[in-house]
């Protein structure tokens, strides 16, 4: 049986945050599009929920943390996004609920985006590859925190300095989704996607895999995805519509 053919995700917004849980989460497939993103004029900003100081089995939280958000500031330069955020939660115990939805309101809020982009928040990634807990945590809370971000007697207190109520959250995707029914052509910034995962050297290096190779990693996910999209290489992204009706065709 031949995969299924993915629609192409619009491309008629100028302004897009991605809130992740980790340092890393968005160049493990999604870097190479948000490359195409801002080489078209768009902006992107980077929100990292935790600084992924848990992640290095060899090294100090105190220093991991260091370590991993200068190779994200990096990995975000390659790929042409400027303003990255770390909001400092604890890395691997990060709560679903309220405060974080709280948490992300605000920084949805403050940034009035057209769309969120995260990574894959379902239980797994595919048969036999489970989910981890503070993806899970984050997506949910996002998809909630973006309706909230538009009212404006949800979380009231923020709404100080300025601070208004942002209702123009057109969807959420979520990247590298099992679900994923719509992609994004990457051939032109294959690269630069490769680039900014090799950006994350020390992490790399610490998960101990035996000549791995971003490259090679990379391009199998984006062959199977362009062989879905009619192109090289492609990423693939779940939408979750948050205009009723609203069905991304375009
Ligand atoms: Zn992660």
């Known amino acids: 049986m ?10 008629n917004w100028s302004k897009a945050v991605a809130i992740v849980a980790h340092p890393d989460d968005m160049e493990f497939g999604a870097a190479a599009a948000v490359a195409r993103w801002t080489g078209q004029g768009k902006e992107v900003v980077y929100v990292m929920v935790t600084s992924g100081e848990a992640g290095i089995d060899g090294m100090h939280p105190d220093e991991c943390r260091r ?4 190779e994200e500031i990096e990995s975000a330069r390659i790929v042409g996004v400027e303003t990255l ?13 309220v405060p974080l939805r709280r948490t992300l309101a605000e920084v949805i809020r403050r940034h009035r985006p057209d769309i969120v982009l995260t990574g894959n ?4 990634f595919g048969p036999g590859a489970l989910n981890q807990a503070d ?16 009212n404006r007697w949800i979380f009231p207190d923020q709404l100080t300095d300025g601070l208004e109520p942002w209702g123009g959250v057109k969807a959420v995707w979520a990247f590298g989704s099992p679900e994923g029914r719509h992609g994004v052509d990457t051939t032109d910034t294959f690269d630069q996607g490769v680039a900014s995962l090799a950006a994350h050297a020390a992490y790399i290096d610490g998960l101990g895999w035996e000549n791995w190779d971003p490259r090679e990693f990379l391009e ?8 879905r999209l009619g192109v090289t290489f492609a990423t693939t992204a779940e939408v979750y519509s948050l205009t009723w009706g609203g069905d991304d065709e375009d």
């Not at 993806?135 to 538009?150: C, E, P």
């Open 2 to 11: 031949d995969p299924e053919p993915l629609k192409s995700l619009p491309e």
């Open 67 to 70: 370590v991993r958000e200068a």
């Open 85 to 97: 955020e770390f909001l400092g939660l604890p890395d691997g115990i990060v709560e679903y609920g």
């Open 121 to 124: 928040f379902r239980d797994s």
């Open 135 to 150: 993806h899970i945590a984050v997506g949910r809370a996002l998809l909630d925190a973006a309706r909230d971000a538009g």
């Open 220 to 227: 199998s996910f984006g062959r199977q995805a362009g062989q």
